[in-house]
């Protein structure tokens, strides 16, 4: 990631919609895998995604770990 000349945060790049869809969706159907989140945040950016895979391997169950590899193949 490249910083900007206005900010020195690294830029995020926004995740494709489809990503997010699918991320989003995993996030709801195995909400007990992400008991830290705030219920209003969004998965928008492409680095968004490798905490959904880390949190559904973490915390999940089977089924989780495997839509998490699915998630991760995407990537």
Same mark, same amino acid.
């Given at each position: 990631?490249?910083?900007? @000349?206005? !900010? $020195? #945060?690294?830029?995020?790049? $926004?995740? !494709?919609? @489809?990503?997010?869809?699918?991320?989003? *969706?995993? =996030?709801?159907? &195995? !909400?007990?895998?992400? #008991? &830290?989140? %705030? $219920? @209003? *945040?969004?998965?928008?950016?492409?680095?968004?995604?490798?905490? =959904?895979?880390? %949190?559904?391997?973490?915390?999940?169950?089977?089924?989780? #770990?495997? *839509? *998490?590899?699915?998630?991760?193949?995407?990537?």
């Amino acid at each position: 990631m490249k910083t900007t @000349e206005t !900010s $020195p #945060w690294p830029e995020r790049i $926004p995740a !494709s919609p @489809e990503l997010v869809e699918k991320a989003e *969706a995993l =996030v709801r159907e &195995f !909400s007990g895998c992400f #008991w &830290f989140r %705030h $219920p @209003e *945040a969004r998965v928008r950016y492409r680095d968004d995604l490798p905490l =959904v895979v880390e %949190h559904l391997r973490d915390y999940g169950d089977k089924k989780a #770990w495997a *839509a *998490a590899q699915e998630l991760q193949r995407c990537l």
